[in-house]
Each structure stands twice: as C-alpha cells, then as structure tokens.
C-alpha cells in the first residue's frame, strides 16, 4: 500500500482510452467501502460520463482536464454526524473525503489516475448535475488512464520531522 502511495500522483493529461465498466465499478466500489462518521454514509457520488452532463459540468471547473468520467462527490446534509461538543461541525467534509481517498487509491492500483479537485463552482456544478440544496459539492475526481507522467510538485514534500510527532 504504501509502494502504491508513493508511487500515485496528480493526473491533469489522460489519455483518449475509456475507462472499462467492470474499472469504474470497482472505484465506486472502494467509495461505498469506506468508514464514515457513525457509518451515517451520508455521500452522494455521481460518475459524469455522458457528453451532456460533462458539457454542463465543464462550465463549473477549470480543471476537468479532459477527463473521460468525473466523480463528483458530495454529501446529504440531513445525514451527517454533528458532534454533541460542537454542533455547528459536521462529518461531511470528512466523510466524502475518505471515500474520495479510497476511490483515489483503488484507480491507481487499477492503472487509473486522477486529480482532486476543489476549484469549482459549486453552485454551477449543482446546477449541471439538478442536486438538491440538501447535497453539498465537496471535490471533484476526474479519472481516467494517465498520458503524463509526476509532475515536480509530486516529489516535493516537507521532512516528515516538520509535519509529523511522535508525543
Ligand atoms: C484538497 C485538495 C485540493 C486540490 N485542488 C486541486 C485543483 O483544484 N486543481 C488541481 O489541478 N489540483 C488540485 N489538487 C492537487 C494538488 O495540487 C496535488 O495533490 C499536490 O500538488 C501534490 O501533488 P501530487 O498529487 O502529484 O503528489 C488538490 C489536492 C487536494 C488534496
């Protein structure tokens, strides 16, 4: 797992191949798998594949990238986990992002890259897609077969000393 980690990186050039079904199931597969708040499994993830919905979509993100499927994940408001010490945070943000990290991971391991994605118009891309006001947009995945290879930024981490204590 960790070979697979480190060898992941930011896709923002895909090949013309589509991705095969029994692929794409398997990445929706490791989203529905993954551990939620209070397993309330309050995301929603919609694989954008048919031109007129990636045709609308376009409009709400710069960096779609030519993908040939872009998971848009977000998650259902009246399904989130609130903490009784702080009502006003919610498990949204943390739920959607652990199922878009599996959804990540298992695309690589298949031979798919991907880019996360949070520069988008959330109310565009509502709109593209007819979510309720309920759903809550959080990132965007385009996926697809890579035609690039790391870009500089994938090698460039901080000492894990900076980041990360052992207490
Ligand atoms: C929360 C988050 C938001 C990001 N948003 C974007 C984005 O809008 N556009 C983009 O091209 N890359 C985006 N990225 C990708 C990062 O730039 C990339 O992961 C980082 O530079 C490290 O490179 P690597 O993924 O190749 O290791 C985002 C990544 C994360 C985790």
Known sequence: MLELMKERYSVRKFSGKEIEPEKLDKILEAGQIAPTAKNSQP?????????????????GSP?????????????????????????????GDQD???????????????????CWVN??????????????????????LPIGYPDMGPSARHADRKPIEETTFIV
């Open 63 to 91: 960096c779609l990238y030519g993908a040939p499927v872009v998971l848009v994940v977000a998650y259902e408001d009246s399904e989130v986990f609130h903490r009784g010490d702080c009502p006003e945070k919610n498990s």
């Open 119 to 140: 520069m988008f118009d959330e109310k565009t891309v509502r709109e593209a897609l007819d979510l309720p006001v309920s759903q809550h947009v959080v990132f965007l």
């Open 43 to 59: 995301q929603r993830v919609y694989a954008v594949k048919s031109l007129e919905a990636m045709e609308r979509l376009k409009a």
């Open 96 to 114: 959607a992002s652990i199922v878009g990290t599996h959804m990540m991971l298992e695309a690589w391991a298949l031979g798919i890259g991907s």
